[in-house]
């Protein structure tokens, strides 16, 4: 079998596994349209505790992210996803079957206690080999987009005719679903410590005084704070001010989203060019403050509002295809996973604060102080962005060694023109590397990874 190819058995495993967490943030996306409307008709229900159900999930996820990772390092992959997807069921009834918004709460930060997403790409780089591995990243990372544009056109049709409370419960059956596959489908690996994807908490730590990763956490943490905040504002726009019924909300959101693909895919290409990144970064999220500016002096009309979403969900995007690709080209040798877990926490906390302050200010000030403060948190961000020094992004390589040769290897590979950092860890048969691609000797790279 060719190495540029995804062989059976790992093409078996992506797609069972993009599957598996594709369905469950689609589960946790389908409520996001729909549930500040249905959160009004609760008991004790209040904007703030509104915008908590909304956003709650993100705390969640953040707390248990890490411990499910380790967990599944000494108990196996498999049972910690089982156990999760278990969770978020449990949290999928609870919120289902509650006629009070503190119980919707309590359901809601339990799906999101169900924190799996770091052990399904840790089971992913079990069972693909070093060649496959990014391509395996990146079409599991695209069911992400993929379940959030399925949730937003989907949701308002489908609570049309089963309910948000039927919503809730469909989550639990795709969940239900979801361990089916895993538990039939899915082959048991032999598991591996590939920093690419396992986060250590120490590492996570020593991270955040990186001045280029925590200016990306800090991006991430307000892009995911804005979106949320603004799903407070925006379905009850639709319903009170555009006197749409919930069923028709997906022919804004459908649009909107299209067009938005369409044009994010020109600057997608642009960013690929190095000298170009930190524009086009700059650039979309300036899209964004338009957006927002444009939510505060929005004309009448459905064809208005969804020239709004249009430009929002542009620059969103753009950015959430660019973010995690310049997280693991800025972060240092074997601290990708590490990296990443970092910058997931952030995203996380940006859905709570986001959904929390949104609600908080929609109920005291009501839609248009939401997206003053969306503008306000994107005017920070370009802030940080213009007085930062250029990304200085590099290519992430990990390299089979032979355990017994490490620190000769290690300083062959160093004496490599175009490798700009190694790290071998003690025992271990793989070096990971930090590449200038455009400077890079690959056939030196390759007589030494040979030799070795």
């Not at 058995?9 to 409520?31: D, H, P």
């Not at 459905?302 to 973010?323: D, K, Q, R, S, Y």
């Not at 996973?337 to 709570?352: D, E, K, P």
């Amino acid at each position: 079998m060719s190495s540029d190819k995804l062989n059976p058995l790992e093409k078996r495993s992506i797609f069972a596994l993009a599957s598996v967490y594709g369905l469950r943030m689609f589960g946790l996306f389908l409520i996001l349209p729909v549930l500040a409307i249905y959160a009004e008709q609760l008991d004790g229900a209040s904007p703030m505790l509104m915008g908590i159900a909304l956003g709650i999930y993100g705390i969640s996820q953040a707390l248990f992210q890490i411990p499910f990772g380790i967990m599944s390092d000494r108990f196996g992959r498999k049972p910690i996803i089982v156990m999760g997807l278990s969770i978020f069921i449990f949290g999928s009834l609870v919120a289902a079957f509650s006629d009070t918004i503190n119980g919707v709460i309590v359901g809601r930060a339990l799906q999101g206690a169900g924190a799996i997403a770091a052990v399904v790409l840790a089971l992913t780089s079990d069972l693909t080999r070093e060649s496959q591995r990014t391509k395996a990243m990146a079409l599991i990372g695209m069911t992400i987009g993929f379940a959030f544009m399925m949730a937003l056109i989907a949701a308002p049709l489908l609570e049309f005719f089963i309910g948000v409370e039927g919503l809730f419960i469909m989550t639990a059956i795709l969940a239900g679903l979801s361990m089916v596959v895993v538990l039939k489908v899915v082959p048991t690996p032999v598991q591996t410590r590939n920093l690419d994807v396992r986060p250590i908490p120490y590492r996570m730590l020593q991270l955040l005084r990186n001045p280029q990763l925590i200016r990306l956490d800090a991006g991430i943490f307000i892009l995911h704070f804005v979106l949320t905040a603004m799903f407070v504002a925006v379905p009850i726009i639709l319903l009170q001010e555009l006197k749409l019924d919930t069923n028709q909300h997906w022919s804004v959101y459908l649009p909107a989203l299209l067009g938005s693909i369409v044009f994010m895919i020109p600057l997608v290409i642009l960013s690929a060019r190095k000298h170009l990144v930190s524009r086009i970064f700059f650039i979309a999220v300036g899209i964004l403050v338009v957006a927002q500016v444009m939510f505060m002096a929005r004309p009448d009309g459905v064809v208005a509002l969804t020239v709004c979403l249009f430009i929002f969900f542009w620059g969103f995007n753009l950015l959430e295809a660019m973010l995690p690709s310049l997280v693991s080209r800025v972060a240092p040798a074997a601290c990708k996973g590490s990296a990443m877990g970092v910058y997931n926490t952030f995203q996380f906390l940006g859905i709570f604060f986001g959904g929390f302050l949104g609600g908080i200010l929609y109920g005291k000030f009501g839609v248009d102080a939401v997206f003053a403060l969306c503008s306000f948190m994107l005017l920070i961000w370009m802030l940080l962005l213009y007085t930062a020094p250029k990304f200085r992004l590099l290519d992430s390589v990990v390299v089979k060694i032979m355990p017994r040769s490490n620190q000769d290897c290690k300083s062959a590979l160093e004496a490599v023109e175009g490798v700009e950092e190694v790290i071998i860890l003690e025992g271990e048969s793989v070096a990971y590397l930090k590449v200038d691609k455009e400077k890079l000797d690959q056939v030196a790279l390759d007589q030494i990874i040979v030799a070795g």
